[in-house]
């Protein structure tokens, strides 16, 4: 079976730095994924993890430890227009579809 | 960066009727489609995967006779919602994957279908 857990919201101040965790446990394993959704529109990619470690893009960082089936997003300073909803995947196996199992979201308030 | 188009992005349409729903990948092929319903304030919901010139693979829950899916061409897949009921409002969006090597998920723009 499949279960992604990601805390349901979240608030930050303008400028400082957030962490969104995600864990996982997953039959397959093919890679994690962060999209950023805003409401009433389709999501956009942040990044992806396939190895263990960081990967850097930007203001956006994203972590990935597949012995903890854990992953975190880190968003530095944070901006206003950064307020929306924040999602992780886990792709299956490519025998499996390689489709993507997404958690509930974290909804993420930037105050200022 | 690779395109998926989704067309309509609202409809509203009477309890009973049929609504298609299309997913156009621009400039690449897509064996493999995938359909999600998102309701208000929730996460993406696998329906199914959508197969060029196979049956879609639906997930546990969902009526494969209720939501129709065709892909009959590796840039086009198709989410027919049959005998729609209010129940069956929501947001729904397709993704695809660029089988030449891009690891990312594409979407769509995600249609707001709304059953009156």
């Known amino acids: 079976g499949q279960n992604i857990d990601q805390p349901t919201e979240m608030t930050a101040t303008e400028g400082a730095i957030v962490q969104i965790n995600c864990t996982y446990q997953t039959s397959g394993f093919n ?3 962060w999209y950023q959704q805003h409401a009433g529109e389709a999501p956009t990619f942040l990044s992806y993890n396939v190895l263990d470690g960081l990967e850097e893009k930007g ?6 430890s597949r012995s903890k089936g854990y992953s975190y997003l880190l968003l530095k300073e944070l901006q206003m227009k950064d307020s929306a909803s924040y999602l992780c995947a886990v792709r299956g196996r490519y025998n499996q579809g390689g489709k993507l199992i997404f958690g509930q979201g974290t909804e993420l308030s930037v105050k200022p | 960066g690779a395109v998926v188009s989704q067309h309509p992005s609202r409809v509203i349409c009477k309890s009973g009727t049929s609504v298609k729903i ?3 990948s621009l400039d690449f092929q897509a064996t493999t489609m995938f359909w999600y319903r998102q309701f208000p304030k929730q996460s993406l919901m696998l329906m199914a ?7 879609a693979t639906y997930e546990q829950g969902v009526e494969k006779d209720k ?7 590796l840039t086009l897949s198709t989410l027919t919602v049959t005998s729609a009921h209010p129940e069956d409002s ?3 969006i397709c993704s695809a994957r660029d089988e030449g090597g891009n690891t990312e998920a594409f979407f769509g723009q995600g249609t707001r279908l709304t059953v009156v």
Do not use: D, M, V, W
Not at chain 2, 49 to 55: A, H, I, L, W, Y
Not at chain 2, 67 to 73: C, D, P, R
């Open chain 1, 31 to 33: 890679g994690l994924f």
């Open chain 1, 59 to 64: 203001r956006f960082s994203s972590f990935l």
């Open chain 2, 22 to 24: 299309e997913c156009r």
């Open chain 2, 49 to 55: 995967t959508s197969n060029e010139g196979s049956k």
């Open chain 2, 67 to 73: 939501f129709l899916i065709n892909h009959a061409s």
């Open chain 2, 90 to 92: 929501s947001f729904y």
